[in-house]
């Protein structure tokens, strides 16, 4: 089994940071792409940003130049360090990976999901 726990959310005011982090913890051969996504309340959840195995990010234009994604592949946990932040990016976090396990001698890529961390700007 494979699990992904988020860590980081909680109360801040507009203008504030916050630094999510997400560790990947079981049986793993490594770790793929890792992202972060939200859900705001009344919408849909969506992607924030993404980091490849190898460092190449992308990011939501709504976050671009506010928040920072980065990994520590040695730990297999990546972190979404978030400031200037609005009260729009009220929402629950999720943390995505896909990560390669080796399931009855067989290699086998999962897409794992986090319970997600709740992340709250206002004054």
């Known amino acids: 089994q494979v699990q992904l726990a988020e860590s980081g959310g909680g109360l801040v005011q507009p203008g504030g940071s916050l630094r999510l982090s997400c560790a990947a913890s079981?049986?793993?051969?490594?770790?793929?792409?890792m992202g972060w996504y939200r859900q705001s309340p009344g919408k849909q959840r969506e992607l924030v940003a993404t980091?490849?195995?190898?460092?190449?990010?992308n990011y939501v234009d709504s976050v671009k130049g506010r928040f920072t994604i980065s990994r520590d592949n040695a730990k297999n946990t990546v972190y979404l360090q978030m400031a200037s932040l609005k009260p729009e990016d009220t929402g629950v976090y999720y943390c995505?990976?896909?990560?390669?396990?080796?399931?009855?001698?067989?290699?086998?890529?999962?897409?794992?999901w986090g319970p997600g961390t709740l992340v709250t700007v206002s004054s």
């Open positions: 079981g049986s793993i051969v490594s770790v793929n792409a």
């Open positions: 995505n990976a896909g990560v390669l396990v080796i399931d009855r001698e067989r290699y086998r890529l999962l897409e794992v």
């Open positions: 980091i490849t195995s190898g460092g190449r990010t």
